[in-house]
């Protein structure tokens, strides 16, 4: 079939916190650590202005030469690492390429060791000074961001996570009161663990998943306490967090407990977190809520009904205010040349993009917004019934599971026309498919209210005795149970 799956349930949301490339860029722009103090401030020792100076150094080719055998990791090393290597993360001189001198570090020093006492012990002492400057509320944010970012990166001789490591980055990625990016950090680097584990032994896995797993009721937020305000505000950090606490939540809790469960509806029904975060929220509940999580499905079904209505009208409403927009700059004098593009508009001017560089339509809706929403309408019906027929919430239910499965496929289908067409005449149609009651509302059609009560042409007969009264929610198309 021409709907890629993978893509719909794999696309980024679009605040920057969330777009896979933007903790490196983070870290491409950071100081590093040194010495006892704020290590990472400190500037280079005269001599070694990027790490290429280090290695071509008689200090640092003396230094792992002796580790290399048998030698100690003395004092003598505990200096250099203190005063010569790690301001190397600091350092003006090696920022364009800062990731690379992480990796230098990391293999052509530590790595570099032969006698695994002296291994653990140089292992230790780095981690030890780079939590300290990743708690230091004192030091750059970036440094402290970089230095959490190097833990997450070391790994045993083997190149597999290094153990010790995990403790530091789940106690940072716990702590609701660190600053947000180096939890960001802490959490991408538990998620290295995480992606090692094949390569660990069974108590090694094992200590992982325990290790992570605590530090999920610290991501995956509780309930707001007015569930009705939705005037609050998340950053984009704390939405990171969440989503990546869904993202991880199934492979170590599964089935979620009540508490957890509990919170997932939560996010789903707060309409103060961005709807990307709800879908996935939504999702995880799908894939992990057995009969002991107490979830009560059919109220979640039909909260998830409502955010994928409001999600396309948001959409509809988004696209149309930019129109509006562009009408008035063309009235203003500020419009550019006509018909350059399929669905260019009065005041569109040339090469006008919308999101992530996509052209913008006639409708406002540009293709990278209505592959979002074909992905979010996807992952919703898969958390009522996914394609696997194990799971889903209509699982849970004691009746009516049809029809909720009936919803679930309805979701899937739209999501497919909408992936494979991504166009706003087909986001605008999928939102009247699913919310026929409000169509007429949408279009500014709704009749004021002294219009004579009597049906227009085309509208149904009101229901004689041989027809029952329609739902509410009922489709136009007589077909569907929603």
Not at 286 to 293: L, N, S, V
Not at 444 to 463: I, R, T, V, W
Request: proline letters at 10%; glycine letters at 10%; charged letters at 20%.
């Amino acid at each position: 079939m021409m709907f890629d799956q993978q893509f719909l349930r794999g696309i980024p949301d679009q605040p920057a916190w969330r777009k896979p490339g933007f903790l490196l860029a983070v870290v491409l722009c950071v100081g590093g650590p040194a010495a006892p103090q704020p290590a990472l401030a400190q500037p280079p020792a005269a001599g070694f202005a990027t790490w290429k100076d280090v290695e071509l150094s008689p200090q640092f080719k003396e230094l792992v030469a002796g580790l290399k055998g048998d030698g100690p990791f003395n004092d003598t090393a505990r200096e250099l690492v203190v005063s010569v290597i790690l301001p190397q993360l600091g350092s003006a001189e090696n920022l364009p390429t800062l990731d690379d001198v992480r990796k230098k570090i990391r293999d052509r020093f530590l790595l570099a060791i032969g006698n695994e006492a002296s291994f653990t012990q140089a292992s230790s002492f780095i981690r030890d000074r780079l939590a300290e400057i990743a708690r230091d509320p004192q030091a750059d944010q970036l440094q402290r961001v970089n230095a959490m970012v190097f833990i997450g990166e070391m790994t045993d001789k083997g190149r597999v996570p290094w153990p010790p490591a995990l403790e530091t980055l789940a106690t940072a990625a716990g702590a609701p009161d660190l600053d947000p990016a180096v939890r960001i950090a802490a959490v991408a680097g538990m998620n290295n663990h995480l992606a090692g584990m094949t390569r660990m032994t069974a108590d090694q896995a094992a200590a992982v998943r325990t290790a992570v797993a605590a530090t999920l009721p610290a991501l995956v937020p509780p309930p707001a306490a007015d569930p009705q305000d939705t005037t609050a505000r998340h950053t984009p950090a704390a939405s990171w967090l969440a989503t990546r606490g869904f993202g991880m939540l199934p492979q170590l809790i599964n089935p979620v407990p009540p508490e957890l469960a509990t919170r997932l509806v939560a996010v789903i029904d707060d309409g103060s977190w961005p709807f990307d975060v709800r879908v996935r929220a939504a999702a995880v509940l799908g894939k992990t809520a057995g009969a002991e999580a107490g979830v009560n499905a059919p109220a979640v079904i039909a909260s998830i009904r409502g955010l994928a209505v409001a999600a396309l009208d948001a959409d509809r409403r988004e696209g149309k205010r930019l129109t509006e927009l562009q009408s008035f700059k063309a009235g203003a004098g500020g419009g550019g040349p006509q018909g350059l593009m399929r669905g260019a508009r009065p005041g569109m001017e040339p090469g006008m993009m919308g999101v992530d560089g996509d052209q913008v339509a006639d409708d406002g809706l540009s293709t990278a917004v209505c592959r979002r929403a074909a992905w979010r309408l996807y992952s919703l019906g898969e958390a009522i019934a996914p394609d696997a027929k194990t799971g889903g919430l209509a699982a849970l239910l004691e009746k009516d599971a049809d029809s909720a499965k009936q919803l679930a496929v309805f979701l899937k289908e739209i999501g497919e026309a909408l992936d494979a067409e991504p166009y706003g005449y087909v986001l605008l149609k999928a939102l009247d498919d699913l919310d026929p009651a409000g169509a007429k509302k949408r279009a500014g059609l709704a009749a004021p209210a002294d219009a004579p009560q009597q049906p227009a042409d085309g509208d149904p007969a009101p229901p004689g005795p041989d027809k029952p009264a329609p739902k509410p929610n009922d489709s136009p198309f007589g077909d569907s149970p929603f």
